[in-house]
């Protein structure tokens, strides 16, 4: 009976138990779904976060992009470019030519647009031996009418209020001047004793220059003479060798004397600063214009080639161009000869007297900083005791002219002068430099500074050293371009001064060299930072390091020159270690 009674019980147990575990279950699966769902919710939440912060940030670009190209369509119109114009863009420098074009003199790109390639250049460098390695096709200058940079920018409001802003900066000067003078010394002289000193004997100067000119106008003729006897001895290849290779033994003799005479006369002459550099200067720029004239003419004629007209048929016009081409070129602001040249229609006559007020007034500015800074800070030198914590202050205290000498002789040169020749020969092209400012390494710095010497140091001393000399090495041909052009600096600023300091040398060639590296793979923003920071602070000590030893040669001078040490220790050490 009893064991009835608990099977029964079980019996009546059982259901309420299974139905308390299946309520159980429910709620775990309830747990589980409920914990799923809030994982759910929160994935979905953090998805909507990142794509709404994403598509925040891509409506951002876009509409930055967009104002950029309203602001490059309107205000930037010049430099507004697309991507099926790279490559006829308006600033590119440098395009790979085909056979057929590079003969072409000049083709018209548009209706007010000349483009000139190598007019019958040598440049096309395939070689025909199987057993050279193929080089690499290096790209060909093209001239265009364009204008320059800061000209374009110019014409926008906004670098226009920049630009009105060191005319201030230059009035602030002259009133400072002015100032200082009527107070201190009770007359005004608006730095004219500068002015006059800096450029006395310049009358010595011109006459060479005039000298100069004539030697390099014979250079056109003594080039006919020997393509002319050359063509003579076509059938005696032993004779023609031997005549071209007197010429060029000739040739290389006058360009040494031609580069050593200069110095020797602002040493004989005693020249002062500028009247020396404008000596210097000038000789290396005649120079440069001859090697360019007889570099292109000279592989003319050794190729046998003739120019072409645009449909590619010869035409019955020599190699050697006729002389009006030669006197243009050696006076147009460029160093590259091509037969023709982008021409503007008229002279801005407006423009042309504004760059030259320009040069006039920099001039001026010079002058002031120069009797108010550089003097005043390092006139003393060779005289004053001298300690490390002194010469930390005065370098600091030529930071900010520095900075406006280094600024304002790119301004002078390659945008004031060359613009207001270039105005004058009506020169299409104005690319004298480019957006260099913008440059986040030192390789972008070094081809956009100074187009003008970059194409020549690139076309005539680049381009050969790559193909004939070292064979296809890039590094050991721009290892020697950085070379020869540190020195040719040197040389100006060494003899200008008339001392031996190679501190021009040492800052381009070997650390402008190693910033090259330093500063390749640096990101855009901390490059650029990099560029300036380093170009302020190295010009700053170059031109101190400069005033140094200019100021310490005057105050206290060599006893005696013995021996060639003597003349290469510098005047700092000799004064102040003895």
């Not at 760059?355 to 010079?366: G, K, S």
Request: aromatic share 16%; net charge positive; with cysteine.
């Amino acid at each position: 009976m009893v064991e009835k009674l608990i099977k029964s019980d079980r019996k009546i147990n059982s259901p309420d138990k299974k139905v308390q575990n299946e309520n159980t279950d429910l709620t775990t699966q309830n747990m589980e779904l409920h914990f799923v769902r809030h994982k759910l919710e929160a994935f979905q939440a953090n998805m909507l976060r990142d794509v709404q912060k994403r598509m925040s940030g891509m409506i951002d670009e876009v509409m930055q992009e967009l104002r950029q190209q309203e602001l490059q369509a309107h205000e930037f119109r010049n430099f507004a470019k697309t991507q099926m114009q790279q490559q006829s863009n308006t600033w590119s420098n440098r395009v790979h030519l085909t056979s057929n074009t590079s003969n072409e003199p000049c083709e018209r790109s548009t209706a007010n647009t000349s483009t000139c390639h190598g007019a019958g250049d040598e440049h096309q460098y395939a070689t025909t031996d199987e057993n050279k390695r193929s080089l690499r096709t290096l790209p060909e200058k093209v001239f265009r009418n364009r204008e320059s940079y800061l000209t374009a920018l110019l014409e926008v409001d906004h670098m226009k209020t920049i630009y009105h802003i060191f005319y201030i900066i230059f009035l602030v000067f002259l009133l400072n001047n002015i100032t200082y003078d009527y107070f201190v010394n009770g007359s005004v002289n608006f730095g004219l004793g500068t002015f006059k000193a800096s450029f006395a004997k310049i009358h010595y100067v011109f006459a060479i220059w005039l000298v100069q000119k004539m030697f390099v106008c014979s250079i056109y003729y003594a080039l006919k003479g020997w393509s002319h006897v050359r063509s003579k001895l076509a059938k005696q290849e032993t004779l023609q060798r031997l005549w071209s290779s007197s010429c060029l033994l000739l040739y290389i003799t006058s360009q040494l004397i031609f580069t050593y005479l200069p110095p020797k006369v602002c040493l004989t002459l005693d020249l002062p600063y500028v009247s020396a550099c404008v000596l210097l200067l000038e000789s290396i720029r005649m120079l440069m214009k001859m090697h360019g004239f007889v570099r292109t003419i000279s592989a003319r004629v050794l190729q046998g080639k003739l120019k072409t007209d645009n449909d590619g048929t010869a035409s019955t016009a020599s190699v050697m161009p006729p002389f009006q081409k030669y006197s243009y070129y050696l006076f147009a602001p460029t160093l590259l000869y091509r037969d023709n040249y982008p021409r503007t229609a008229v002279i801005r006559w407006k423009f042309a007297l504004g760059r030259f007020l320009e040069v006039v007034a920099i001039a001026f500015l010079y002058s002031y900083i120069y009797e108010r800074h550089i003097k005043v800070i390092f006139g003393n030198f060779g005289i004053e005791e001298v300690t490390v914590g002194s010469v930390i202050i005065k370098l600091f205290g030529m930071l900010m002219p520095c900075i406006i000498i280094y600024l304002c002789g790119f301004y002078l040169i390659l945008h004031s002068w060359l613009n207001f020749t270039a105005e004058l020969l009506r020169f299409g092209d104005r690319m004298f430099y480019r957006d260099w400012w913008t440059a986040s390494n030192y390789e972008a710095y070094y081809r956009n500074w100074n187009v003008v010497v970059h194409d020549w140091l690139y076309e005539y001393i680049y381009k050969d050293l790559y193909l004939y000399v070292f064979k296809g090495s890039k590094f050991a041909s721009s290892l020697m371009v950085f070379t020869i052009s540190a020195l040719f600096h040197e040389y100006v600023l060494g003899y200008a001064l008339q001392v031996f300091f190679p501190v021009m040398f040492v800052f381009f060639g070997i650390i402008g060299v190693l910033m090259i590296f330093l500063t390749r793979f640096a990101p855009k923003n901390v490059g650029n930072i990099m560029l300036w920071f380093s170009l302020i602070y190295g010009n700053c000590m170059m031109i101190s390091l400069y005033s140094m030893e200019y100021f310490t040669r005057i105050n206290c001078p060599k006893d005696s020159y013995e021996s060639w040490s003597d003349i290469l220790i510098s005047h700092l050490w000799s004064c102040y270690m003895k």
